[in-house]
C-alpha cells in the first residue's frame, strides 16, 4: 500500500498542474450540475414499519379535516387585562384575512364559534385562531401571508403569534468565519508559514465543495432528506483538515533532514497517506454501515458522509501532494529552511517531550485517573432521554416559542401536542364509553373527533407537554390492550399524532445506535489490526472510543437536557436531545477518533518497525505526532465550540457534543490514556498469533517498502518537534 500511495503521490506531484486542473474541472461540474438539476430536500422524517406513522395516514384518508395540516394563529392581552372589543374585530379581520390566503381551507373565530369549540382561555387572556390548510406543510407564499397578516394585527394592547405549523421555525447553520480563521491561527502556529497554514484549509474546503455539490446534485435522481448533507458537511470539513495536516507535517519533517521535495512527497505520501487511508477507510465503512439500521434518512446520511470522507481523502493523496510540488521549500519558514539538510535534531525538552516523560513514568496512575475522569463525565449518560424538536424547544423570543408559552399559560402544555386514537369495530353508541375509558391518568381531556364507518377518533390532550416523560408514560398507557383499558368488547385502539410519532421516531432510533456502535467497532478492530499487526492496539482504541463517546454524550445530557450549567450555554429550555444526535456524533467523532489514533500510533508503529524498544517507540511515536494531533483538535474544537456557543435551535447541541468530545478524545484519550496504555502493554502491545500473522495482509503503514530509494529516518529516538 506504501508503494503504491508513494507512487500516486510522485505522479500528482510531477503533473501538478494536470491534477489541479482536474480537481477545478470537477469543482466547476458537481456545483453546476447542482445548481442546474438539484430538487429541494425533503423535510419529513418518516421510518418503514412505524405503526404510528400508517396509523396517522388512515386517520388523514378518514378524517381529512381532523388530521390534515395547519396549525394556530394564538394572540393574548397584556398580563393582567382581558380581550377589550377592539380586540375581537381585531380578531374577526384576521380571521378573515387568514381564510382567503391561497390553500388555507378554513379559519376559526374563537369569539364567534359555537361553545364546544370556542378556543380560548378562561380567563379571556389568552386564545388561538385554528387555521387548517390543504396540505401537511406550510409553502413559502402561505407562510409570509400568514406572517403579515400577523404582524398588521398586533398593536400594544394584542400580542399575535404563529405555531410552527404555519410559520416553520428555519434555524441555518452558525456562520464559521471565527472556526475558519481559529484554524488558520492553530496551522500558522503549528507551521509557522502562511503557505503550510492555508494549504490544509484549501483542500479541505475543495473536497467539501465537491463533496456537498455532488450529493445535492444527486437530488435530480434521488429523493433526499434536508438532514443528508448534514453529517458530510462536518466530517468532509473535519477529517479533510486532518488528512491534509498529517500528510503536509511529514513532509515538511522530511524536508527537514535533507530530502528533496519530490522525493520528500512521496514518503510523505507513502506513510502518512497510507495512515490517512486507512483512518478514512474505517470512517467510511463505518459510515455507510448506517445503511444496515434499515432507516432511510439514516441510510442517506451515512453514503452522504462516507462520498464526502472518499472525497477528502482523494484530495489528500492527489490535490495535497500537487499543491504540495508547486510551494516547493517555501511550505517550511524561513528559519526552518536554513535547517534543512541537518542531521537528525537533538531532542530537546518540548512540551510533548515532558508530558509523555510524565506520564510513561506513572502509566497505571494516568490510566485510572483519565478512565476515572471519562466514566464520571459518561454517567449522565444513563438518565438519556431523546426527541424531535417542537415549538417548546425553539429559541426564547421566537414566534413558534412564544405561541407554545402562551397556549401552555392559557389553556395546558398539553394543548400543544395532542395524541390522536383512532378506535376500530365500533358505532355511536360506543363513544360515551370509549371517551370514558380514554380519560386515563396524566388525560387533561378527552373529545371525539369523528366517526366514519366502524372507526371513531378521538384527541386526547395531556396534561403534560410532548417533550415531557409524564406525555411518553401516557402514550405507552394509551397504547394498552383494549380490555386493560376499558375499551368495549371487539373495539381495538391506534395511537398517533405527530406527538406520538416522534416518540417512536426517536425509540427506534435510540434501539438502533447499540447495533451501529457494535457495527463500528467491530470493523474497527479488524482493521487496526491489519494496520498496526497487533490485538490489544485495536482492542484499545475501540474501547477508548467509546469512553470518549460515553463523555461527549453525558456531558451534552447534564447541560441540554437536564440544565446543568445551562445558563452559560442559553439552554432554554432543557429538553430531551435530537433523536439522531447521537448518530451524527457517533459518525464525526469516530472519524476523527481514528485520525488521531492513527497519527499517534501509527508514529509508534514506524518506530518500532525500525528497531526502536517498546518504550522508546511510545516515546518517538507520541513527540512527531502529538503536535500534529493537538492542531487538529484545536481547530476542531474552535470550530465546534463555536457552534456550541454561537449556534441556535437543534445545532447547539450537536455543536456541543462534538466540541467535548474531540477535547476529551484528542487530550484525554490519544494523549494521555493512549501512551499510558501502551507503557503497561510493552512489547505484548505488538503482540499478533502467528498463524493470524501469516494470513493478514501486510498494510506497511511504516513505509518499509519504501526503504530502498527513500529510507525513513535512521533516528530513533524520541523525535523533537518542528520549530519556526
Given at each position: 500500500?506504501?508503494?503504491?500511495?508513494?507512487?500516486?503521490?510522485?505522479?500528482?506531484?510531477?503533473?501538478?498542474?494536470?491534477?489541479?486542473?482536474?480537481?477545478?474541472?470537477?469543482?466547476?461540474?458537481?456545483?453546476?450540475?447542482?445548481?442546474?438539476?438539484?430538487?429541494?430536500?425533503?423535510?419529513?422524517?418518516?421510518?418503514?414499519?412505524?405503526?404510528?406513522?400508517?396509523?396517522?395516514?388512515?386517520?388523514?384518508?378518514?378524517?381529512?379535516?381532523?388530521?390534515?395540516?395547519?396549525?394556530?394563529?394564538?394572540?393574548?392581552?397584556?398580563?393582567?387585562?382581558?380581550?377589550?372589543?377592539?380586540?375581537?374585530?381585531?380578531?374577526?379581520?384576521?380571521?378573515?384575512?387568514?381564510?382567503?390566503?391561497?390553500?388555507?381551507?378554513?379559519?376559526?373565530?374563537?369569539?364567534?364559534?359555537?361553545?364546544?369549540?370556542?378556543?380560548?382561555?378562561?380567563?379571556?387572556?389568552?386564545?388561538?385562531?385554528?387555521?387548517?390548510?390543504?396540505?401537511?406543510?406550510?409553502?413559502?407564499?402561505?407562510?409570509?401571508?400568514?406572517?403579515?397578516?400577523?404582524?398588521?394585527?398586533?398593536?400594544?394592547?394584542?400580542?399575535?403569534?404563529?405555531?410552527?405549523?404555519?410559520?416553520?421555525?428555519?434555524?441555518?447553520?452558525?456562520?464559521?468565519?471565527?472556526?475558519?480563521?481559529?484554524?488558520?491561527?492553530?496551522?500558522?502556529?503549528?507551521?509557522?508559514?502562511?503557505?503550510?497554514?492555508?494549504?490544509?484549509?484549501?483542500?479541505?474546503?475543495?473536497?467539501?465543495?465537491?463533496?456537498?455539490?455532488?450529493?445535492?446534485?444527486?437530488?435530480?435522481?434521488?429523493?433526499?432528506?434536508?438532514?443528508?448533507?448534514?453529517?458530510?458537511?462536518?466530517?468532509?470539513?473535519?477529517?479533510?483538515?486532518?488528512?491534509?495536516?498529517?500528510?503536509?507535517?511529514?513532509?515538511?519533517?522530511?524536508?527537514?533532514?535533507?530530502?528533496?521535495?519530490?522525493?520528500?512527497?512521496?514518503?510523505?505520501?507513502?506513510?502518512?497517506?497510507?495512515?490517512?487511508?486507512?483512518?478514512?477507510?474505517?470512517?467510511?465503512?463505518?459510515?455507510?454501515?448506517?445503511?444496515?439500521?434499515?432507516?432511510?434518512?439514516?441510510?442517506?446520511?451515512?453514503?452522504?458522509?462516507?462520498?464526502?470522507?472518499?472525497?477528502?481523502?482523494?484530495?489528500?493523496?492527489?490535490l495535497t501532494p500537487a499543491l504540495l510540488s508547486l510551494s516547493g521549500e517555501?511550505?517550511?519558514?524561513?528559519?526552518?529552511?536554513?535547517?534543512?539538510?541537518?542531521?537528525?535534531?537533538?531532542?530537546?525538552?518540548?512540551?510533548?517531550?515532558?508530558?509523555?516523560?510524565?506520564?510513561?513514568?506513572?502509566?497505571?496512575?494516568?490510566?485510572?485517573?483519565?478512565?476515572?475522569?471519562?466514566?464520571?463525565?459518561?454517567?449522565?449518560?444513563?438518565?438519556?432521554?431523546?426527541?424531535?424538536?417542537?415549538?417548546?424547544?425553539?429559541?426564547?423570543?421566537?414566534?413558534?416559542?412564544?405561541?407554545?408559552?402562551?397556549?401552555?399559560?392559557?389553556?395546558?402544555?398539553?394543548?400543544?401536542?395532542?395524541?390522536?386514537?383512532?378506535?376500530?369495530?365500533?358505532?355511536?353508541?360506543?363513544?360515551?364509553?370509549?371517551?370514558?375509558?380514554?380519560?386515563?391518568?396524566?388525560?387533561?381531556?378527552?373529545?371525539?373527533?369523528?366517526?366514519?364507518?366502524?372507526?371513531?377518533?378521538?384527541?386526547?390532550?395531556?396534561?403534560?407537554?410532548?417533550?415531557?416523560?409524564?406525555?411518553?408514560?401516557?402514550?405507552?398507557?394509551?397504547?394498552?390492550?383494549?380490555?386493560?383499558?376499558?375499551?368495549?368488547?371487539?373495539?381495538?385502539?391506534?395511537?398517533?399524532?405527530?406527538?406520538?410519532?416522534?416518540?417512536?421516531?426517536?425509540?427506534?432510533?435510540?434501539?438502533?445506535?447499540?447495533?451501529?456502535?457494535?457495527?463500528?467497532?467491530?470493523?474497527?478492530?479488524?482493521?487496526?489490526?491489519?494496520?498496526?499487526?497487533?490485538?490489544?492496539?485495536?482492542?484499545?482504541?475501540?474501547?477508548?472510543?467509546?469512553?470518549?463517546?460515553?463523555?461527549?454524550?453525558?456531558?451534552?445530557?447534564?447541560?441540554?437536557?437536564?440544565?446543568?450549567?445551562?445558563?452559560?450555554?442559553?439552554?432554554?429550555?432543557?429538553?430531551?436531545?435530537?433523536?439522531?444526535?447521537?448518530?451524527?456524533?457517533?459518525?464525526?467523532l469516530f472519524g476523527l477518533s481514528m485520525d488521531y489514533e492513527m497519527f499517534?500510533?501509527?508514529?509508534?508503529?514506524?518506530?518500532?518497525?525500525?528497531?526502536?524498544?517498546?518504550?522508546?517507540?511510545?516515546?518517538?511515536?507520541?513527540?512527531?505526532?502529538?503536535?500534529?494531533?493537538?492542531?487538529?483538535?484545536?481547530?476542531?474544537?474552535?470550530?465546534?465550540?463555536?457552534?456550541?456557543?454561537?449556534?441556535?435551535?437543534?445545532?447547539?447541541?450537536?455543536?456541543?457534543?462534538?466540541?467535548?468530545?474531540?477535547?476529551?478524545?484528542?487530550?484525554?484519550?490519544?494523549?494521555?490514556?493512549?501512551?499510558?496504555?501502551?507503557?503497561?502493554?510493552?512489547?505484548?502491545?505488538?503482540?499478533?498469533?502467528r498463524w493470524l500473522d501469516r494470513i493478514l495482509p501486510d498494510a506497511d503503514?511504516?513505509?518499509?517498502?519504501?526503504?530502498?530509494?527513500?529510507?525513513?529516518?535512521?533516528?530513533?529516538?524520541?523525535?523533537?518537534?518542528?520549530?519556526?
Open positions: 500500500m506504501a508503494s503504491l500511495l508513494a507512487r500516486l503521490g510522485g505522479f500528482s506531484a510531477k503533473h501538478r498542474w494536470w491534477v489541479i486542473a482536474a480537481w477545478l474541472v470537477l469543482l466547476v461540474v458537481a456545483v453546476g450540475s447542482a445548481g442546474a438539476f438539484s430538487k429541494p430536500l425533503g423535510s419529513t422524517f418518516t421510518i418503514k414499519g412505524l405503526q404510528s406513522i400508517s396509523t396517522l395516514s388512515s386517520v388523514q384518508n378518514e378524517f381529512p379535516n381532523a388530521a390534515g395540516g395547519g396549525g394556530d394563529v394564538v394572540f393574548a392581552a397584556p398580563e393582567g387585562a382581558t380581550f377589550s372589543a377592539d380586540d375581537e374585530r381585531t380578531v374577526a379581520a384576521l380571521t378573515t384575512r387568514l381564510s382567503s390566503i391561497n390553500g388555507v381551507t378554513s379559519a376559526v373565530d374563537p369569539f364567534t364559534a359555537s361553545k364546544g369549540t370556542a378556543t380560548l382561555s378562561p380567563d379571556g387572556r389568552i386564545g388561538y385562531v385554528r387555521v387548517s390548510i390543504s396540505t401537511s406543510d406550510p409553502t413559502a407564499a402561505q407562510t409570509t401571508a400568514i406572517t403579515h397578516a400577523m404582524t398588521d394585527a398586533r398593536s400594544d394592547h394584542l400580542q399575535v403569534e404563529a405555531t410552527s405549523g404555519l410559520v416553520p421555525n428555519n434555524y441555518g447553520a452558525s456562520s464559521q468565519v471565527v472556526g475558519i480563521v481559529l484554524a488558520f491561527v492553530v496551522l500558522l502556529i503549528t507551521f509557522g508559514s502562511f503557505l503550510a497554514a492555508g494549504l490544509p484549509l484549501i483542500t479541505a474546503l475543495f473536497g467539501l465543495g465537491v463533496s456537498v455539490a455532488g450529493i445535492y446534485a444527486s437530488s435530480a435522481f434521488i429523493d433526499l432528506n434536508s438532514t443528508a448533507p448534514l453529517l458530510a458537511i462536518l466530517l468532509a470539513l473535519a477529517v479533510g483538515i486532518d488528512y491534509a495536516l498529517f500528510i503536509i507535517n511529514r513532509h515538511r519533517r522530511n524536508l527537514l533532514e535533507g530530502m528533496t521535495v519530490s522525493d520528500s512527497i512521496r514518503l510523505a505520501t507513502g506513510t502518512a497517506g497510507t495512515a490517512v487511508f486507512f483512518a478514512a477507510s474505517t470512517v467510511i465503512v463505518a459510515l455507510a454501515g448506517l445503511s444496515v439500521v434499515g432507516i432511510g434518512f439514516l441510510t442517506q446520511m451515512g453514503l452522504s458522509a462516507a462520498v464526502g470522507v472518499f472525497v477528502a481523502l482523494l484530495v489528500s493523496l492527489t517555501k511550505v517550511l519558514s524561513r528559519r526552518a529552511r536554513r535547517r534543512m539538510g541537518d542531521q537528525a535534531p537533538v531532542s530537546r525538552r518540548t512540551p510533548s517531550v515532558r508530558w509523555v516523560g510524565v506520564v510513561t513514568r506513572k502509566p497505571v496512575l494516568f490510566t485510572v485517573a483519565a478512565v476515572g475522569v471519562l466514566a464520571v463525565i459518561a454517567l449522565p449518560v444513563s438518565g438519556l432521554r431523546l426527541g424531535l424538536p417542537n415549538d417548546g424547544t425553539d429559541v426564547s423570543g421566537s414566534t413558534t416559542r412564544e405561541a407554545y408559552d402562551l397556549i401552555t399559560d392559557g389553556f395546558d402544555a398539553g394543548y400543544n401536542g395532542p395524541i390522536l386514537v383512532l378506535v376500530h369495530g365500533t358505532t355511536a353508541a360506543d363513544i360515551p364509553s370509549i371517551q370514558k375509558a380514554l380519560d386515563v391518568q396524566g388525560v387533561a381531556q378527552v373529545a371525539p373527533s369523528g366517526l366514519a364507518g366502524n372507526d371513531a377518533l378521538f384527541t386526547v390532550i395531556p396534561k403534560t407537554g410532548p417533550s415531557d416523560a409524564a406525555t411518553e408514560t401516557l402514550v405507552h398507557t394509551l397504547r394498552g390492550s383494549g380490555p386493560s383499558l376499558g375499551l368495549p368488547s371487539g373495539t381495538s385502539a391506534e395511537v398517533t399524532g405527530t406527538t406520538a410519532i416522534a416518540i417512536d421516531i426517536s425509540q427506534r432510533l435510540l434501539d438502533a445506535l447499540p447495533e451501529y456502535l457494535a457495527l463500528v467497532a467491530g470493523f474497527a478492530f479488524l482493521l487496526l489490526m491489519v494496520v498496526f499487526r497487533s490485538l490489544l492496539i485495536p482492542l484499545k482504541a475501540t474501547l477508548s472510543f467509546l469512553l470518549s463517546l460515553g463523555a461527549a454524550l453525558g456531558a451534552t445530557v447534564a447541560v441540554f437536557q437536564w440544565g446543568w450549567l445551562g445558563s452559560l450555554f442559553h439552554v432554554d429550555p432543557a429538553a430531551p436531545l435530537l433523536s439522531f444526535l447521537p448518530i451524527l456524533v457517533v459518525g464525526v499517534l500510533v501509527s508514529g509508534m508503529r514506524e518506530q518500532r518497525s525500525h528497531g526502536a524498544s517498546s518504550r522508546a517507540a511510545v516515546s518517538g511515536g507520541f513527540t512527531s505526532g502529538a503536535k500534529v494531533v493537538a492542531a487538529a483538535a484545536l481547530i476542531m474544537i474552535g470550530v465546534f465550540g463555536n457552534g456550541a456557543i454561537a449556534g441556535r435551535g437543534t445545532i447547539q447541541p450537536m455543536a456541543f457534543a462534538l466540541a467535548v468530545g474531540v477535547l476529551v478524545d484528542a487530550f484525554v484519550v490519544r494523549m494521555t490514556l493512549v501512551p499510558a496504555v501502551m507503557r503497561l502493554f510493552g512489547d505484548a502491545a505488538w503482540w499478533l498469533p503503514i511504516e513505509g518499509a517498502s519504501l526503504a530502498p530509494s527513500e529510507p525513513a529516518p535512521s533516528h530513533l529516538t524520541a523525535v523533537p518537534e518542528l520549530t519556526t
